[in-house]
């Protein structure tokens, strides 16, 4: 929740999700959180996989707020900082991270969901992490 120091966020906290061995045509609930709190941002780091279709996708009480593919976002060109909130970054390891965060957070009051739909086979692992507030 905002605190009175200049609109600093106090008590943040990071929550991490993992999956290993992921099959194609699966969908996996990364992080579930109960609000209320604040959303400050999220990264999903994904191994492996042979064509990015890949979907991360963030839910907000009940309402869908994100829902793109890796492929999607590399080939829109969101690839750096954009006001959109979203970005895609390939390491040279072969890694694909998502990034999603604003200016400013996003309040939820109910729940915050973190998942992803893996359309691809190879993928090794998913990991995420999400920084919120409450």
Do not use: C
Not at 33 to 53: R, T, Y
Not at 107 to 132: H, P, Y
């Amino acid at each position: 929740m905002p605190s009175s120091l200049i609109g600093a966020v106090i008590n943040p906290k990071r929550t991490q999700g993992l999956i290993t061995n992921v099959a194609s045509g699966s969908t996996h609930t990364l992080v579930k959180l109960k609000g209320p709190g604040l959303f400050l941002s999220a990264a999903v780091a994904k191994q492996g996989g042979n064509n990015d279709i890949s979907f991360v996708i963030l839910d907000i009480d009940g309402q869908n707020v994100v829902n793109i593919s890796i492929a999607a976002l590399i080939n829109q060109g969101l690839v750096s900082d954009n006001t959109y909130g979203v970005m895609s970054f390939k390491s040279a390891a072969g890694l694909d991270t998502v990034t999603i965060g604003w200016p400013y957070p996003i309040t939820f009051q109910k729940e915050l969901l973190l998942k992803v739909t893996v359309n691809e086979t190879g993928v090794v692992q998913i990991v995420s992490n999400v920084l919120a507030a409450g």
